[in-house]
């Protein structure tokens, strides 16, 4: 590994895949070494865009390569058995959201990185762009026990391309999981952890029988905090262009956040302030790269910024949604990651 740069490739070269590429590619940080999808003919094109290798065999990739980084753009149930051979081999992860299937799944990924010593990291430019950075900032400086209300909504297009989606082994879930891992961390992370989950799931299939064997493309999640703070996110494939709104209602103040608008309502004044960002997606991402290659050239200095016990309250969390529409009852996260903090191991509790 040079001291400045990582020598890195990309598995999977879906839409997400081939915006990051981009941006990977002028990052001074990055020696962009592979790319691998399993069509052919993209993989050549992609590799000849970005002089660099090609695969349309995830193993060969891994077997043939000794990288100082991976990024996992590929469907985990395409990739899992190649993405542990990957951490096996110390190649440092960098993840596109969701981290897996479920929380087990994720808790194992997340063990065998500690169990490796190398850094398994889920790609979340929210963290990294302006207007959810000042949302957070100006949301710190409330009393909490002010606060009341946190609603958030994502709408994402269908993707009548990608059937994987719609079934539950091969996705682990549908909206939730795969569209709104950024926003559930958004809402985790500035808070407590939800004492309750209670989730209503839907798609719109035609009749009730098959809509029983597909993943929810609507959902609503209503989480308790406590008992004068709730929160309400409402999430769907069917309800307009791409979108992710989050909003916390104080007693004094509103605050509302998009990845491209940054509002404060003052209640106690009527006055409104509005910040808007351009460039969002490619300076988040920038900053996200960055930040991830500096965890690994300088550890001491850059601790990741999302850690791996963040990550898997996320996922106990939306774990808890898919358990609570099954069951028709409230159920409770902390449940969820009492299994991996009673499961006695020399890796724990992580940090």
Not at 44 to 69: E, G, M, P, T, V
Not at 120 to 135: C, E, G, K, L, V
Request: net charge negative.
């Amino acid at each position: 590994m040079d001291d400045n740069k990582l020598t890195a490739a990309v598995l999977g070269l879906g839409d997400k895949a081939q915006s990051l590429l981009e941006t990977i590619s002028k990052n001074p940080h990055y020696q962009l070494t592979a790319v691998a999808d399993n069509d052919t003919d993209l993989a050549k094109k992609i590799a000849k865009q970005y002089d660099c290798a090609s695969f349309d065999d995830y193993r060969q990739l891994i077997i043939q390569n000794q990288l100082d980084c991976l990024i996992v753009a590929a469907p985990i149930h395409t990739c899992d058995e190649y993405l542990r051979m990957a951490m096996k081999k110390k190649f440092n992860i960098l993840k596109l959201p969701p981290p897996a299937i479920n929380f087990e799944q994720t808790l194992e990924l997340t063990r065998l990185a500690a169990d490796q010593q190398i850094k398994f990291a889920i790609a979340n430019p929210a963290r990294f762009t302006q207007s959810f950075i000042d949302f957070k900032q100006n949301l710190h400086q409330l009393n909490i026990e002010d606060i009341f209300l946190i609603t958030a909504t994502c709408a994402v297009p269908p993707r009548p391309d990608l059937s994987w989606l719609t079934d539950p082994k091969l996705a682990g879930g549908g909206v939730l999981l795969n569209d709104c891992y950024e926003l559930f961390d958004q809402i985790i992370s500035n808070f407590p952890l939800p004492q309750q989950i209670y989730s209503l799931n839907t798609n719109t299939a035609a009749d009730r029988q098959q809509r029983l064997y597909l993943t929810e493309d609507t959902a609503t999640v209503t989480m308790k905090f406590s008992d004068t703070l709730h929160a309400n996110l409402i999430a769907s494939r069917h309800i307009g262009p791409q979108s992710q709104t989050i909003t916390v209602y104080s007693k004094e103040k509103i605050l509302t956040a998009t990845p491209d608008k940054f509002t404060i309502d003052d209640q106690t004044d009527n006055t409104t302030e509005t910040f808007e960002y351009e460039n969002t997606q490619s300076d988040s991402a920038e900053k996200m790269l960055t930040s991830f290659a500096m965890s690994i050239l300088s550890p001491d200095d850059n601790p990741l910024e999302c850690s791996a016990s963040q990550n898997l309250k996320n996922m106990a969390v939306i774990e808890s949604a898919y358990l609570s529409a099954r069951t028709g009852f409230p159920e409770q996260p902390q449940k969820i990651l009492d299994i991996e903090q009673n499961e006695p191991t020399e890796i724990w509790p992580l940090k």
